[in-house]
């Protein structure tokens, strides 16, 4: 009798809740958390257009485009594993200080001091590691599916500019932990791009901050991998996902 | 009031120019609005409609009307040819004639489509699920590199860059830097970019795309494979090694 009384009163408040301006200002008309769901082509579609998602998926795809062995998911790992690194990236950027002086020690406070530290930043790098490879497997098997043929030709250059940065961001990353291995791999890194042709001197220092590898450049490239090029890689991604729209969902079935 | 689009705008003024320099020199200076010229005197070289319903068009005007009905007053004063009222006493004219293929135009196919939510969204769904699991697992039982800390005066040997460079760093070997750091990547990146470009070939089929299956995939080979003989083949020195005696060289 009590625990009836009980969820009478809780589904009244619920009611309540879903009647207010707060609630109906959040969900927009026809949203399934205002009027319920009920499994039905109409509600199947409004799941869509009623949420954010709808920026990134039409209502409906081809049904070819939803089969696995197309796509092998790999676009989609690749921006899944960004957001996941960028999680992970953001967790460890509050142990973290990018001098020469500190950085070895704080990852090294984080992973013996900071719970769930050690796992959070191997997680950070083995994502960042299959993020490389995923994106690479993307553009091949994007090439195979000659899906890059009209009227996606930009969105392949669009493509292969997103795999740099991928590659640029994997490479800042490879710095800040101010090891051994993460000097010396920058040193051969860097020295390779001092042999660009007429301004290589220049884009060296200006890539390490100085004529040697040091705290600046530990710095720049922090800043670099943290804030800079995520925010031109989510610009450049923003206009591959419109663009896969744009020019009519994934390509067809060969 | 109706708002009309530019481009439209401007494609009628045209059209109504035309149609004025071509009713005669009779009234070319005439600022008027322009007359609505009956369709017996559109020049039949106005290319915006095809010309067999021009003719038709013009045989309609031509023919005497079954039962003689009042000419109706057309704006602009120009009297309608004798005949070109139709039954009931009205004028019939073409106005425009839409051809095939410019607005009507719709795909002939249909195309089997599906619903987002939830075939798409699942699929996404555990395929996220499913590559969470495998970094959590991963991350577990595996732990990340952390050498000692950076010194600038201890260079270990061999020296690697991150896997993703050792095919440049294999390509060090063998070429001056420039040609091998630069050059070669350059060219190999710049002609990636422009594949869509280059590939005029229209057909998606792999049987129809031989040559530019072969070439892709002798380039990604030809990475795939430097980058493997950089990470697991070299040793101290970057001497070629094998990783089964001199043991493995390689950090992620």
Redesign the interface.
């Known amino acids: 009798m009590a625990d009836d009384k009980k969820s009478g009163g809780l589904s009244q408040m619920s009611e309540q809740v879903q009647a207010s301006q707060a609630w109906s200002s959040i969900f927009r008309p026809g949203s399934i958390f205002r009027k319920g769901y009920s499994d039905s082509p109409r509600n199947r579609s409004y799941v869509i257009m009623n949420s954010v998602l709808y920026h990134l998926h039409p209502v409906k795809v081809k049904r070819h485009a939803v089969k696995v062995s197309y796509t092998l998911c790999l676009g989609g790992l690749s921006f899944f594993l960004f957001i996941h690194l960028t999680v992970t990236g953001i967790f460890l950027m509050f142990f973290y200080r990018p001098t020469a002086a500190q950085a070895w020690s704080d990852i090294q406070t984080l992973q013996t001091a900071v719970g769930f530290g050690l796992l959070v930043r191997n997680m950070h790098r083995w994502a960042a590691h299959l993020m490389v490879l995923s994106v690479f497997l993307h553009m091949a098997r994007v090439f195979y599916h000659g899906a890059y043929k009209p009227p996606r030709e930009f969105n392949w250059v669009i493509g292969v500019m997103l795999l740099q940065f991928t590659l640029l961001l994997s490479f800042t990353g490879y710095l800040l932990p101010w090891d051994q291995l993460a000097l010396w791999a920058v040193t051969v890194g860097t020295n390779m791009m001092g042999f660009t042709p007429v301004f290589g001197e220049q884009v060296r220092f200006v890539l390490l901050g100085g004529v040697e590898i040091g705290t600046d450049t530990l710095l720049r490239w922090y800043t670099l991998h943290v804030l800079m090029l995520p925010f031109v890689l989510v610009i450049f991604l923003a206009i591959h996902f419109w663009r896969v729209r744009k020019d009519g969902g994934i390509s067809g079935p060969l | 009031m109706t708002e009309i689009p530019e481009h439209l705008r401007k494609r009628a003024e045209a059209a109504k120019a035309k149609a004025q320099a071509a009713a005669g020199g009779t009234t070319p200076d005439d600022d008027s609005p322009a007359p609505d010229a009956p369709v017996g005197t559109v020049p039949s070289g106005d290319d915006k409609i095809p010309s067999h319903l021009l003719d038709r068009g013009t045989a309609a005007a031509d023919l005497p009307a079954p039962t003689a009905g009042t000419p109706v007053p057309v704006a602009g004063g120009l009297a309608p040819p004798a005949g070109s009222s139709g039954p009931d006493g009205h004028n019939q004219r073409l106005l425009t004639v839409v051809k095939s293929g410019s607005i009507q135009d719709t795909r002939a196919t249909p195309?089997?489509?599906?619903?987002?939510?939830?075939?798409?969204?699942l699929?996404?769904f555990l395929?996220?699920l499913a590559?969470?699991l495998f970094?959590?697992l991963?991350?577990?039982f595996?732990?990340?590199?952390?050498?000692?800390?950076?010194?600038?005066n201890?260079?270990?040997n061999p020296?690697?860059?991150?896997?993703?460079?050792l095919g440049?760093?294999e390509l060090?070997t063998m070429f001056h830097?420039?040609v091998?750091?630069?050059t070669i990547p350059g060219i190999g990146?710049f002609l990636?970019?422009l594949?869509?470009?280059i590939?005029k070939?229209?057909?998606?089929?792999?049987e129809d795309?031989k040559f530019?299956?072969s070439l892709?995939t002798i380039h990604?080979m030809f990475w795939s494979v430097l980058v493997m003989i950089g990470s697991f083949f070299r040793g101290p020195g970057f001497n070629f090694v094998f990783p089964w005696n001199a043991g493995l060289f390689f950090?992620?």
């Open positions: 195309v089997d489509k599906i619903h987002v939510w939830p075939h798409l969204l699929a996404e395929a996220a590559i969470t970094t959590l991963f991350a577990i595996v732990n990340a590199p952390l050498l000692e800390l950076a010194d600038f201890k260079t270990p020296s690697k860059a991150p896997w993703y460079f440049l760093q060090l830097p420039m091998a750091g630069v990146l990636l970019i594949a869509p470009y590939d070939n229209p057909s998606r089929r792999p795309r530019a299956i892709m990604l950090e992620l």
